[in-house]
């Protein structure tokens, strides 16, 4: 696994005043508030691996936000990070109290933070793709099954980041399968994009014939029309796999209360796309609902990833 960047409650404080913060404030007159925390400090802070535009994040996370506030009778705060491992980094050292992490980070959060929660995962995520996308002029056409991925043989190849489940370890899976190894068949070393985005705009700038990304994010920036598809085209969609799901950390019902993580649960499981309150929160999330979860799930994507030498 790439070496972790260490990051202070300083570096932390910098890192969000810099971004786009969003913040709500809870009801504590609300019937389903918690108890009071037995330390001073009642802000809930949440976050998510930086895989998208950021001011689509800050979108997201605020309005999760203001939902938790109201459901669980605190503050809540979105931390944006700057990369997939400050988050995991973040999350062990205690400063960040739930986040949605894609399938490989939860695996690698949960093992650095002994006592974390599961809480949920998307609908979408049961059954979670990828797309591998190639440039209209790359000479890689739509393929039919996994084996059609040689074609990206002797090609520039980009993944989103190196800690992306659906941008890097699951694209990396399938391309084995096709006979594929990254680091021996492209042309030049693989690209690391850094987002899902990224690697959507790269290809179609031509800086690379082909790349892998997020299932759900190819497919709102094509409903978004913000794809040249005269320039970059889905070539194949991989078959499902599990992958993100939110955590708590393992000082979350010491901090806010007992049972306050299971409470924190029982909010996400409690969306309800039919309620209308609850329709957009729900549609940020590309999801009709949240569903329960349990590291079980994630036992394949420990395997590659350990293969992969991404966890140690």
């Known amino acids: 696994m790439r070496s972790a960047p260490w990051r202070t409650r300083a570096t932390l404080s910098l890192v969000a005043a810099l971004a786009l913060t969003a913040a709500a404030c809870g009801d504590d007159s609300s019937p389903s508030a918690t108890q009071p925390a037995p330390s001073g400090d009642r802000t809930l802070r949440i976050s998510a691996i930086p895989d998208q535009d950021p001011a689509k994040l800050v979108e997201i996370n605020s309005a999760m936000a203001t939902y938790l506030a109201a459901a669980l009778g605190v503050k809540v705060e979105y931390v944006p990070v700057s990369d997939y491992a400050a988050s995991v980094s973040l999350f ?68 989103g980041s190196e800690s992306s489940t659906s941008g890097r370890l699951m694209p990396e899976f399938f391309l084995d399968q096709a006979g594929v190894t990254s680091e021996r068949d492209f042309t030049g070393a693989p690209g690391y994009s850094g987002s899902h985005d990224k690697t959507v705009d790269l290809v179609e700038a031509g800086s690379f014939d082909g790349g892998a990304l997020n299932a759900a994010v190819w497919d ?38 007992a049972g306050f993580a299971e409470k924190a649960k029982a909010a996400l499981l409690a969306l309800d796309y039919a309620n209308p309150e609850h329709t957009r929160l729900l549609d940020l999330y590309s999801a009709k609902k949240f569903i329960p979860t349990e590291a079980g799930h994630y036992r394949e994507i420990e395997s590659i990833g350990r293969k992969l030498r991404l966890i140690s």
Request: hydrophobic letters at 40%; zero cysteines.
């Open 220 to 257: 709102r920036r094509k409903a978004a029309g913000t794809v040249d598809q005269t320039k970059v085209v889905e070539v194949f969609r991989t078959p499902p796999y599990r992958d993100y799901h939110w955590i708590a950390g393992p000082r979350t019902d010491e901090r806010f209360g």
């Open 92 to 159: 062990r050292a205690g400063d960040l109290d739930m986040v949605f992490f894609g399938g490989l980070t939860g695996v690698q959060a949960r093992l650095q933070a002994p006592g974390s929660t599961l809480l949920a995962q998307r609908d979408v995520d049961d059954a979670f793709r990828s797309v591998f996308i190639a440039g209209t002029g790359s000479g890689v056409g739509p393929m039919t099954d996994v084996a059609g991925l040689a074609a990206f043989k002797g090609k520039r190849f980009t993944f």
